[in-house]
Structures are given as structure tokens and as C-alpha cells.
């Protein structure tokens, strides 16, 4: 079975600060995905990672792929408050058909 | 574009009750999709549809759901004989087939409560 794993679990952070929330997984991945999600709230798309060495960014997020590691990583970059949610990651492989698979998710608390 | 809603929004239920949960996926989407969610989780994938046909279903999905999407656009999702254990987020998601992405756009939720 595929595993997707997340860390940090929670990440508390000062605002203006960097930081880099890691997914790996445990298989062949088609597409990697990651997800906002705030408290009460439903999840809203950020990113698709399609290929080795896809990287994506918007505004102060900014996404990577690296599939022979089997790695994605969520780079923060000056947070700002508004970033405080939660991060879930997601994978796609074409053992799984269309199944996505969630990490854990990674709380993320920025404070001013 | 209005996109994914779901109802209700929330729902109390007695242990043993039946319930059923509706998704109304974005209108040109034909992939409709069914997770879990519970504190602290990400979403577990329940089952899959594209257009009308269930695709995949988890093998964690007891016999008391089911799913179905009987025209390819709405889809229902029932629990029978709701046990404490079914409390959680029910979360819906529609894409689009050869969109190159398969981006899955989620519904707010369905929260469930069994007493």
C-alpha cells in the first residue's frame, strides 16, 4: 500500500521566517498535489507536481518535485499570519488508479 | 461557476440510523470522488466515479455504504446502520478526465455526528 508521509506534523514559526514542510512517499508517483486546508474549511488545491524536477510557485509558497527520492517539498518563504493552515500533500500512481493518497497534513501556526 | 457543493453541511444521527449524504460536482467534471476525513487526518479515499460507473471502491469501505451517481452528475453516498466509529468529515471531489492535470476540486464537507 502506498505510504505518504509528512513532517513536520506541527510547525510554529515566526512571521518573516523560511521553511520547508517535506512529503515523501513510498512509490511511483504519477502526480504529487498539495493541499490548504483551514480549520472548519474544505481543501483548497495549491499545486500539481506532473515530473521530476517540476518546480511551482505562487506568491510566498513555492513547490518541488523530486522523484527519484520520492520527495516533494513546500517552501515557505517570509511567512506571513495568513498562511497558518494545514498542508496535505497528495499522490497519484497508476497502481492505484485514481486514488489519492493524503499525508498526515502539517499544521502550520505563523506567529507575528 | 458555482462549484462542489454538498448537503447537508452537518448531521446528527442516532446509532443504527440511516443517512445519506449528497454531492452536486462541477458541471462539466465527469470524475466524481468520496473521502473521509477525521481530526487530525488527511482524507481517506472511500470510492470513485467517472460519469455513472464506480470505478473503485476502498477496501476499507464496509458493506454498510454505498455510493451512486445514477446520471453521472449528482452522487449520494448512504450509511446504514450508522456506528459511532462513521463520525467524521465526508468529503466530495469532482475533476475532469484529460484535463493533463486531474486537479480534484473539493466540496465544503459533510459533517457527521453519531450519538
Known amino acids: 500500500e502506498l505510504k505518504v508521509e509528512q513532517n513536520p506534523l506541527f510547525l510554529s514559526m515566526q512571521e518573516g521566517k523560511n521553511y520547508t514542510i517535506y512529503c515523501n512517499y513510498s512509490?511511483?508517483?504519477?502526480?504529487l498535489y498539495w493541499y490548504r486546508q483551514d480549520p472548519g474549511k474544505s481543501l483548497e488545491s495549491l499545486f500539481v507536481l506532473l515530473s521530476n524536477g517540476a518546480v511551482k510557485q505562487e506568491g510566498r509558497l513555492m513547490a518541488s518535485l523530486d522523484t527519484k527520492a520520492r520527495l516533494s517539498t513546500l517552501h515557505i518563504t517570509a511567512a506571513v499570519h495568513d498562511l497558518s493552515a494545514t498542508y496535505f500533500c497528495?499522490?497519484?500512481?497508476?497502481?492505484?488508479?485514481?486514488?489519492?493518497?493524503f499525508g498526515t497534513g502539517t499544521s502550520l501556526t505563523v506567529i507575528p | 461557476d458555482t462549484g462542489v457543493s454538498q448537503d447537508p453541511r452537518h448531521k446528527i444521527t442516532k446509532r443504527g440510523q440511516n443517512v445519506t449524504f449528497r454531492c452536486d460536482p462541477i458541471?462539466?467534471?465527469?470524475?466524481l470522488y468520496w473521502y473521509r476525513q477525521t481530526l487530525g487526518q488527511g482524507p481517506e479515499f472511500l470510492t470513485y466515479?467517472?460519469?455513472?460507473?464506480?470505478?473503485?471502491k476502498s477496501r476499507l469501505l464496509s458493506d454498510r455504504f454505498s455510493a451512486e451517481r445514477p446520471k453521472g452528475s449528482f452522487s449520494t453516498l448512504e450509511i446504514q446502520r450508522t456506528e459511532q466509529g462513521d463520525s467524521a468529515m465526508y468529503l466530495c471531489?469532482?475533476?475532469?478526465?484529460?484535463?493533463?492535470?486531474?486537479?480534484?476540486?473539493f466540496g465544503p464537507g459533510t459533517r457527521l455526528t453519531v450519538l
Open positions: 512509490t511511483t508517483s504519477d502526480r
Open positions: 466515479f467517472q460519469n455513472e460507473a464506480q470505478l473503485e
Open positions: 497528495a499522490v497519484v500512481t497508476s497502481f492505484t488508479g485514481n486514488q489519492f493518497y
Open positions: 458541471s462539466e467534471h465527469n470524475r
Open positions: 471531489a469532482s475533476s475532469l478526465a484529460g484535463s493533463g492535470t486531474d486537479t480534484q476540486y
